[in-house]
């Protein structure tokens, strides 16, 4: 009985791979990542690219004022004769940097007050008060007397959207914290004489990641949402700078003689917001244990 010298094994998948593998089959069985994803990126691309290939959106040309969609205007004109699909991409571009300007900083500034007032009891009752305060000022409200102060400027709409998102940040990332607290080996690690801080980076912030991503990209979509509602209202973005808001505002007079002008940012703005929403809600499903579980 002859014994091959050379038997071929099979090589073992390595876990990198593996790795690969799950996290492809788990973005499928949730096509809305992919869906939410493929659009946000359309909308990304077309911010950032888009300007670049369109008319001035700020350029004047009366004597083409509410022209309907047609030929060289693919959206139409407004009434003083501007691009309006010009205006709509480059609307785009501030819409979009609010969104992430605001989810950005306000996870930041969220995490780390929240992880604070959830594991040190002593400052707990007086961060929440002050964050309970806050909540209970209407966003928009809040927003419009902020920039009252100090001015309609980027920065200024971007500050005036993140202050009432903050709070409840702070109130998502305590609740993860007192909970992640009383693990045991968070409780081991204060015994063996463990620093704060190492502790709420080791131990706290791997646990706040997946909510906050979630909630990241609902701040983004709201924050988009508050951002047109401010232009709208007259209280965002000077009128001089085209965002969603604006040209919304500006041509809700014309509305029943060029609806166009309304239609078609309002439109952008729509599918930008649903689609920060949808993938919002597939991240959730992923990265949410208990909603896979049940999958």
Request: net charge neutral; proline share 7%.
């Amino acid at each position: 009985m002859s014994v091959d010298a050379n038997p071929q094994v099979a090589e073992p998948e390595t876990v990198p791979a593996k790795a690969e593998l799950s996290q492809w089959a788990i973005i499928r069985s949730h096509p809305s990542i992919i869906i939410g994803g493929i659009l946000l990126g359309i909308m990304i691309l077309v911010g950032v690219i888009g300007p670049l290939f369109t008319a001035d959106p700020i350029a004047l040309n009366p004597i083409k004022r509410l022209k309907p969609p047609q030929g060289e205007f693919l959206f139409g004109t407004d009434f003083l004769g501007r691009d309006v699909f010009a205006r709509v991409v480059h609307g785009a571009r501030i819409s979009l940097v609010v969104g992430l300007a605001v989810s950005g900083i306000a996870v930041f500034i969220g995490l780390i007050v929240g992880m604070i007032s959830g594991y040190i009891r002593v400052l707990d009752a007086i961060i929440m008060r002050i964050m309970d305060g806050l909540m209970s000022i209407p966003a928009i409200l809040l927003a419009i007397a902020l920039i009252s102060l100090s001015g309609a400027t980027l920065t200024t709409v971007v500050i005036a959207i993140v202050v009432p998102e903050v709070p409840r940040v702070v109130r998502l990332v305590r609740s993860v914290v007192l909970t992640v607290r009383e693990e045991p080996y968070v409780e081991a690690a204060i015994a063996a004489g463990t620093k704060l801080p190492l502790i709420l980076y080791r131990h706290i912030l791997p646990n706040t990641i997946a909510p906050m991503i979630v909630q990241a990209t609902y701040i983004c979509g709201s924050a988009m949402l508050t951002e047109s509602i401010l232009g709208f209202l007259g209280a965002g973005i000077p009128p001089e700078i085209p965002s969603w808001g604006n040209i919304m505002a500006e041509g809700r007079t014309y509305f029943q003689l060029s609806p166009w002008i309304i239609f078609y940012p309002g439109i952008a703005l729509a599918v930008t917001v649903l689609s920060v929403n949808i993938l919002g809600d597939g991240l959730r499903d992923t990265l949410d244990p208990r909603i896979a579980r049940k999958m």
